[in-house]
């Protein structure tokens, strides 16, 4: 596989379920970066990795957690989402944090009930 | 408050002709400028980008302006093609390369 990948591409859980999105990249990049995408809003950045630190944590709340084990692969912890948490998660990387280009994977539609 | 906007939710054009989608940005910090291609179902894809040491930046049909004084870009694609119906993120960041900012998309619709 080449490029930037997600899995699931659909996610439907409950409020009170736990799941978990995937990111991996085959770029060899080492930043990796998490957005959200609401209807009719802009992409919204959520968190930063950088060499698998977190570099910048855009004020999410803590229902939101993510994880970074190595510089390929990305996850985004779910647990007692709300209704307003619905939206298409898309997990980007760059070659380093300096550099703007991000490819993106394409994204995780959630649906939380 | 959006430091990024694009004011056209959508826009259709007759394959052949001009498309020009449009830009602004509030912030003066900003000097780097990204346009992005979204085609249902797939991630955003980097399409063309401009530093502001530079008003033009050309690639094959696609043309990026920046007039930094007015703080607006435009996205030029010539001749459009019906594979050029997507939806058009444009994108800032400040020096660092910190966040990119993105506006709300603009949707293309090329007619054949």
């Known amino acids: 596989e080449t490029g930037v990948t997600q899995t699931p591409r659909h996610l439907v859980m409950g409020m009170t379920n736990k799941k978990s999105l995937k990111c991996e990249q085959h770029?060899?990049?080492?930043?990796m970066y998490w957005y959200k995408q609401s209807a009719k809003k802009p992409l919204e950045l959520m968190f930063v990795?950088?060499?698998?630190?977190?570099?910048e944590n855009n004020s999410v709340p803590s229902r939101f957690s993510p994880e970074c084990p190595n510089s390929s692969h990305l996850f985004l912890h779910l647990h007692t989402l709300q209704p307003e948490d619905s939206a298409l998660y898309l997990c980007?990387?760059?070659?380093?944090?300096?550099?703007?280009?991000?490819?993106f994977g394409p994204g995780t539609r959630l649906t939380v009930l | 408050d959006q430091q990024v906007k694009q004011n056209s939710p959508s826009l259709s054009v007759q394959e052949g002709r001009i498309s020009i989608l449009n830009c602004d940005y509030t912030?003066?910090?900003?000097?780097?400028f990204l346009w992005y291609k979204k085609y249902p179902a797939e991630g955003p894809t980097f399409l063309i980008s401009?530093?502001?040491?530079?008003d033009k930046n050309e690639d094959g049909r696609f043309t990026v302006f920046l007039n930094k004084s007015a703080k607006h870009l435009s996205l030029h694609i010539v001749p459009s093609q019906p594979g050029d119906s997507a939806v058009y993120f444009c994108?800032?960041?400040?020096?660092?390369?910190?966040?990119?900012?993105f506006g709300t998309g603009t949707r293309l619709t090329v007619i054949p």
């Open positions: 980007a990387s760059s070659q380093d944090r300096g550099n703007n280009e991000q490819f």
């Open positions: 770029l060899g990049h080492n930043a």
């Open positions: 990795y950088n060499f698998k630190e977190q570099t």
């Open positions: 912030n003066s910090m900003f000097d780097y």
């Open positions: 401009i530093s502001s040491i530079k």
């Open positions: 994108a800032a960041s400040g020096t660092g390369a910190n966040n990119l900012f």
